[in-house]
């Protein structure tokens, strides 16, 4: 064996690459809401990683139960054999999903799910004989995966605009950002105005070709925890039931409990054809999403030939048991009903913040997915001058003063900023000071390195 292929020194140049070139410091370990590097440094994970640490790291109880599922094995391959985690697991998720959601497929990552109930929704047009359904519309700005499946379907310009020629890309309506409307109608009215722009786009493309519509019921990375007026909901449920389109929600970011219920689905009494799960699911613990179906939607793909369709990793048993272990966690402790009684501190908190500061333009969000947005007026909602790269370089600032928060371009990808504030669903009242303190000193920061106003 050739020596030094392990040798390795944190001195050296790094031969990993990301989406980025930058260096940060090295991990040493993590526990509950915070993140140790190797220098001795503390870091407050105000964003749960990428919002996937929903319940705290190194939780010793799911830890535990992962040991005992490795003692049995790590891998089992679906085609060959069936495993009791990921039996248990699909089954839990079909209890604790709407009525008629019982079917369940598992994959490795939100892009790989999104991508599945894609595929599954077009081989349901296809066993009912709707061959020409092939559209999937979706919402601009939005976000629902980075392969080039879901690409098709994801809204982000810088994300999108490289591949662009090289895939199909899918029909989008407007996100309904109501916050940057200038107009007299009520919620109600512009929830509604929002919602037949799927109705036009429908009819725009054709009723026959329409396959289905994809939505974050909560935005995540590109709005930002945005949250549609009420009236919404009911309505984009109405128009794809009129024009026989499936209705699939991205709960990726959203679901096991983040907004303050299992699905965020429940906050609007919501039941979608599909569900797509990720992130919280395995809560950073292993590799896991999901996809979620009706019942009917699975026998006609079955019955038709067999979902054309797998991952060597899906149903995998080691990462099935971690999500059932997470699953334990977060329904013994309750975490969504912590997650919306935090998330309301934490929201009033940054509301508050915009007495102070005039430059946070917005704060939304359910539970604890909560965002801001900075803007350079208020009264018109404009955004930031681009070149401030005001989305990176206070981040960059709540960094040096070891909170981490997320942070995206807010108008589909090329300006605007938004920052995600959304730590694990066991974080306390108390921890929450933690996060306000520096996070009002880094954007005092920010405001006098821009010459903004800070009314403190």
């Known amino acids: 064996m050739k020596t030094g292929v392990f040798d390795w020194s944190p001195a050296e140049p790094s031969k990993l690459f990301y989406q980025a070139g930058s260096r940060r410091p090295m991990f040493a370990r993590s526990e509950g809401c915070y993140v140790w590097t190797t220098d001795g440094a503390r870091y407050f994970d105000a964003s749960s990683g990428a919002m996937v640490s929903n319940i705290g790291h190194s939780n010793p109880r799911v830890l535990a139960l992962m040991r005992d599922e490795m003692a049995r094995g790590t891998f089992a391959y679906r085609l060959h054999f069936e495993s009791e985690p990921a039996e248990r697991l699909a089954t839990a998720l079909g209890r604790l999903s ?12 939100g892009s790989e799910a999104v991508e599945s109930a894609i595929k599954l929704a077009r081989q349901y047009a296809l066993a009912r004989g709707e061959a020409s359904r092939t559209e999937v519309i979706s919402r601009y700005p939005s976000y629902h995966g980075s392969t080039f499946g879901v690409l098709a379907v994801t809204g982000y310009d810088p994300l999108t605009r490289p591949f662009a020629p ?9 996100a309904p950002r109501a916050y940057l409307d200038r107009d007299n109608l009520s919620d109600e009215e512009k929830g509604l105005k929002y919602a037949e722009a799927l109705r036009d786009k429908i009819e725009e493309i054709g009723a026959r070709r329409a396959l289905a519509f994809i939505m974050e019921p909560i935005g995540g990375a590109s709005t930002g925890a945005l949250v549609a007026p009420d009236s919404y909901y009911q309505r984009i449920r109405d128009i794809c039931d009129e024009y026989g389109l ?3 929600y991205d709960e990726v970011m959203t679901g096991v409990g983040r907004t303050g219920t299992f699905l965020a689905a429940e906050h609007w009494n919501q039941s979608p054809d599909i569900v797509v799960l990720g992130k919280g699911l395995g809560a950073g613990y292993a590799p896991l999403s999901a996809v979620v179906a009706r019942g009917d939607i699975v026998e006609a793909v079955l019955d038709a030939g067999g979902f054309m369709h797998g991952y060597t990793y899906a149903g995998n048993p080691l990462a099935c048991s971690a999500g059932l272990a997470v699953l334990k966690e977060v329904l013994d402790n309750n975490l969504a009903g912590n997650a919306a009684r935090m998330g309301d501190i934490l929201k009033a908190r940054l509301t508050a913040l915009m007495d102070r500061f005039p430059f946070i333009g917005d704060v939304r969000g359910k539970g604890l997915l909560l965002a801001f947005e900075l ?5 018109t909602m404009a955004p930031l001058p681009r070149a401030w790269n005001a989305f990176h370089r206070l981040v960059e600032i709540a960094y040096a003063k070891n909170l981490v928060i997320y942070a995206r371009r807010t108008r589909g990808g090329d300006e605007g900023d938004h920052f995600l504030v959304c730590p694990p669903m066991i974080v306390t009242q108390a921890q929450i000071d933690e996060i306000m303190t520096p996070l009002a000193e880094s954007l005092a920061d920010f405001a006098r390195e821009f010459g903004l106003r800070d009314e403190g």
């Open 98 to 109: 709407p009525p008629g959601l019982s079917r369940v497929f598992f994959a490795s990552g």
């Open 166 to 174: 090289m895939f199909r890309d899918m029909p989008k309506i407007p």
């Open 246 to 248: 499936l209705l699939i």
């Open 375 to 379: 803007v350079c007026d208020r009264a």
